[in-house]
T-cell receptor, first 115, second 113 residues
Framework: AAGVIQSPRHLIKEKRETATLKCYPI?????VYWYQQGPGQDPQFLIS???????DKGSIPDRFSAQQFSDYHSELNMSSLELGDSALYFC??????????????FGSGTRLTVV | AQSVTQLGSHVSVSEGALVLLRCNYS??????LFWYVQYPNQGLQLLLK??????LVKGINGFEAEFKKSETSFHLTKPSAHMSDAAEYFC???????????FGTGTRLQVTL
């Protein structure tokens, strides 16, 4: 079965550089979520999109932006990178039908290291 | 608003012993509850989920959890621990339709010989 695909798997950037992370949800899933997991921490919600519109926003820095495209893939753009942005970034997708949540599927994550 | 509290950041059990990882939730509406497992440097794998059907939920790898509304709990259990169960376990809650998952702070399970 198709899963959530994230690219790249690993990314090394220098401070003040820009990074773009990509997420390809499971086909026909209508909602995409982005999470940030720092070392030894629980995943923190950043932002979500439902049917290509931003549906919720969490603790996402102003330096970050995201969007969902017509083919439902999503990109997280991170600018002016700081050392503290080093983390594992997860994308998840879900399907909602008739008010029922069929669950969330997570990608393997992108490990971003800022040096 | 919703939140989960995981009691015990570290739990150590002997191989073959009962595993009990505790999770209490807070939600303004009937919640959806999940348990995820994360092995080192890997992603989040769904163990099981509660979505308002049966209160006793069976998941993968022999794990199960019981939803107790009166106690606002969703504890994860496994009758007999295996060395391969050593990992980080996260309890999570959502409000349902197109709603984000909110995670607990995680419990690291250690399994000893």
């Amino acid at each position: 079965a198709a899963g959530v695909i994230q690219s790249p798997r690993h990314l090394i950037k220098e401070k003040r550089e820009t990074a773009t992370l990509k997420c390809y949800p499971i086909p026909r899933h209508d909602t995409v979520y982005w999470y940030q997991q720092g070392p030894g921490q629980d995943p923190q919600f950043l932002i979500s999109f439902y049917e290509k519109m931003q549906s919720d926003k969490g603790s996402i820095p102003d330096r970050f932006s995201a969007q969902q495209f017509s083919d439902y893939h999503s990109e997280l753009n991170m600018s002016s990178l700081e050392l503290g942005d080093s983390a594992l970034y997860f994308c998840a997708s879900s399907l909602e039908r008739s008010g029922y949540n069929y669950g969330y599927t997570f990608g393997s994550g992108t490990r971003l290291t800022v040096v | 608003a919703q939140s989960v509290t995981q009691l015990g950041s570290h739990v150590s059990v002997s191989e073959g012993a009962l595993v009990l990882l505790r999770c209490n939730y807070s939600s303004s509406v009937p919640p959806y509850l999940f348990w995820y497992v994360q092995y080192p440097n890997q992603g989040l794998q769904l163990l099981l989920k509660y979505t308002s059907a049966a209160t006793l939920v069976k998941g993968i790898n022999g794990f199960e959890a019981e939803f107790k509304k009166s106690e606002t709990s969703f504890h994860l259990t496994k009758p007999s621990a295996h060395m391969s169960d050593a990992a980080e376990y996260f309890c999570a809650v959502s409000l349902g339709t197109a709603s984000k998952l909110t995670f607990g702070t995680g419990t690291r399970l250690q399994v000893t010989l």
